[in-house]
């Protein structure tokens, strides 16, 4: 019973991942309309009426404003913690479908077990994600997992732990600092909220957590979340690629505004 994943588009804009299993179909954060995420699914073989669940990491708009098309698909479940859940609720003309979890806290979807833990975001309470498929030794469904982390401007020790044990890793690799310096577009007070703790990783600070955990468990590493004005795939790939490339480990570079091929393990 494999996991199949892609992320469906990634960026300040919007994002959303596709998880699936042969019981479970769920969006981690949908941060594109309705109508854009159902044209994404229907390229990747899905639909919204398809979708089980919802995995929110937090109320951005770049990662919740899917919430307010979805109100003729009201099966959809939508997890997130109660910070988040009040956050977006009142921008919704229509009651979501609530599963409310506690940051710190692991809970069941089907066949899903997810763990939810803090990050450091200018956000209600943001939250990374560690999901899992499976049991360990088991032979005939092995146990597979995904940690998801983005939006955090630092990683302390806790999130160095959480995704030690994934074996496909979505980290955040928002900006190139001498990208940022430079940039024209945003005034000092953004760019400070946008390299402070509480605001997103670099590709360097990528790049040293990947050094400081180097997992030997991961078998690919996306990179996300990376700014069309701060960031390219060439400078993820130049400050990163040797740290991965040293670990054996193979990795993809999701372009701003782009998704991801689907993944299978």
Request: glycine fraction near 8%; aromatic fraction near 8%; include cysteine.
């Amino acid at each position: 019973m494999p996991v199949r994943f892609r992320i469906l588009g990634s960026g300040s804009n919007g994002n959303a991942a596709l998880l699936t299993t042969d019981d479970s179909r769920v969006l981690v954060d949908a941060g594109f309309s309705a109508r854009r995420l159902g044209e994404m699914l229907a390229a990747a073989g899905e639909s919204l009426a398809r979708i089980d669940a919802i995995f929110l990491t937090h109320e951005h708009g770049d990662h919740a404003s899917g919430l307010s098309g979805l109100a003729k698909h009201p099966h959809i479940r939508v997890f997130a913690n109660n910070g988040t859940a009040q956050a977006v609720q009142r921008s919704l003309k229509h009651r979501a479908n609530w599963q409310v979890f506690e940051t710190g806290a692991t809970f069941r979807f089907r066949d899903l077990e997810v763990s939810a833990f803090s990050v450091p975001h200018d956000a209600q309470d943001p939250v990374g994600f560690f999901i899992s498929h499976g049991h360990e030794g088991d032979l005939f469904a092995p146990r597979r997992t995904l940690a998801w982390l983005t939006d955090l401007g630092h990683a302390p020790q806790h999130v160095r732990e959480r995704v030690r044990d994934a074996d496909v890793l979505v980290i955040e690799a928002n900006y190139c600092p001498r990208l940022l310096e430079a940039d024209t577009k945003r005034p000092w007070s953004v760019k400070q909220r946008i390299n402070g703790r509480h605001g997103h990783l670099s590709n360097d600070a990528a790049r040293e957590l990947l050094q400081s955990v180097a997992s030997p468990r991961w078998r690919h590493v996306f990179f996300a979340h990376l700014s069309r004005d701060c960031n390219s795939p060439a400078a993820v790939e130049a400050a990163c690629g040797p740290a991965l490339a040293a670990l054996r480990c193979n990795f993809s570079v999701v372009a701003p505004g782009e998704g991801s091929a689907a993944f299978e393990f």
